[in-house]
């Protein structure tokens, strides 16, 4: 069996964590989170589809023509979130998008999906916040209940099948499955 010898000086101190986003961010959250449970989740309705749009709109968001985005769906930062024409995110999305999310036109984010824009370096001993970036581009579709990490781009017309784990960037037009993801085949769109 194979031993590791790890130093007693060497430690995770999370008392040296900071995750501060300024003063400025911490008034705009508090703002969206109470808007959010006002404004937007109640409004859980096709017909307030629009209505939606447009709240994540005033909060920055820059929302494309007929997107879809449920009154379930959970947007950390809406000031952060790219949605083109189209394009649906389901109940129960989780966009968690301390770093930018740019989502394409007509793609869909199926139910409990969950879009994960930050991480953390492990390597360092108070545990640092990273925030990076995550492109799905035009026509994809993501299956229910996907992770898509940090830092991953999703090729044009991709798939991702139900609940996969994406820790690496998808090819155009490819079939990806399981966790973690692993190409399946070639995506083929019949007339």
Known sequence: MLSVKISKKVRVDLSTYNSDFGFKNKILRMTWNGCYWILFRPFNLNLFNGWRA???RIFGAKVGYKANIYASVKIWAPWNLEIGDYSSMGPGVDCYNQGKIIIGNNTVISQKTYLCASTHDFTI??????????????????????????????????????RSAVFKDVAAWEVVGGNPACFIKQRQIKE
Request: glycine residues 12%; charged residues 10%; proline residues 5%.
């Open 54 to 56: 447009g709240v994540l």
């Open 125 to 162: 001993s108070n545990f640092p916040l990273i925030v990076k970036f995550i492109e799905i581009k035009d026509q994809v579709w993501i299956a229910a209940a996907a992770f898509i990490a940090p830092g991953v781009s999703i090729g044009e017309g991709a798939v991702v099948g139900a």
